[in-house]
């Protein structure tokens, strides 16, 4: 699992920096020496992998439940909604990113099967030799690093933060705020954050970037 002294991912400073992720593989190894990328499979749960495993079949309950309803507003954003639209060199430049979140397909009966959410201000940051997200405002703010996948796609792999809550939990140790996806370039400047069977509310969560400015 992530591992990281307190793991002090302050809402307010959005920053995994001083994280030593792999601190326990790092400490025998030459500093000097070119370190190979973290395998994002031998950090993730087996929970986590599972879900990561069934992306497509997120993509399809979840279109299936919504289309009928909210066709016009799952046409209209094009791409971002998607299951096959992910382009090479998925890698975002850090920095401050506009981003909003659809929910789709809902996990209960009753629930809204598409809700688009305003807009909020995300980051995306350098630790070390990896790259951070973290959505900075809000009442539930995912964190967590993005690891190598494929050419497509990297892999996203954090925790939700609640309320005022100025930290966020270890991964691995509440599988209940345990997150993990895709993230995936889906335009010239506009990325996607796709997290398949998140544990509350939808079956489909996708949060679109678009960089600040």
Known sequence: MIRCSALAWAAVLVSL???ALFGHHRETADASAPRPPADWRAIATQADRDRIARWRDAWTAALTKAQPRDATYIGAEGALLQPDAALAD?????????CRTIKIGAQSPGGLDYIAYPVFTCRVAVE???????????????VGMLLRGDVNRMIFLGTMMLGDETSALEYGRDTERDMA????RVGPRRWRLVI?????????DV?????KG
């Open 17 to 19: 920096s001083g994280c």
């Open 128 to 142: 070390g030799d990896m790259l951070s997200f973290a959505k900075v405002d809000g009442s539930q703010r995912p």
């Open 196 to 204: 398949p069977w998140p544990r509350w509310e939808s079956m489909l």
């Open 181 to 184: 996806g895709a993230l995936e």
């Open 207 to 211: 949060i679109e970037l678009t960089p």
């Open 90 to 98: 998925p890698e975002p430049p850090p920095g401050d990113y506009r």
